[in-house]
């Protein structure tokens, strides 16, 4: 279900691969620089889980979408 809010922002499939890449490849450092997927998609995972831990407090709409890009992230 897309939320009006949401038409401005990227997709939760395109949020989830943007985390990613950029934990994956940080700083845009040279591919022997990067750590591995699994690591990279962990961080992810965190990134959101906090995310979504900051919206249980402060409550929002975003809940939602945070959580439909963490889908995303596992299916990564």
Do not use: R
Request: proline content about 3%; overall charge negative; glycine content about 4%.
């Amino acid at each position: 279900m897309i939320k009006k809010e949401w038409l401005f922002m990227e997709t939760p499939k395109e949020k989830a691969y943007n985390i990613f890449k950029k934990f994956y490849n940080v700083d845009g450092q040279g591919f022997n620089d990067t750590i591995s997927s699994g690591i990279a998609k962990q961080c992810a995972k965190l990134h959101i889980s906090i995310i979504l831990e900051n919206e249980i407090l402060k409550p929002s709409n975003n809940i939602e979408y945070y959580q439909e890009v963490l889908n995303e992230i596992e299916k990564l």
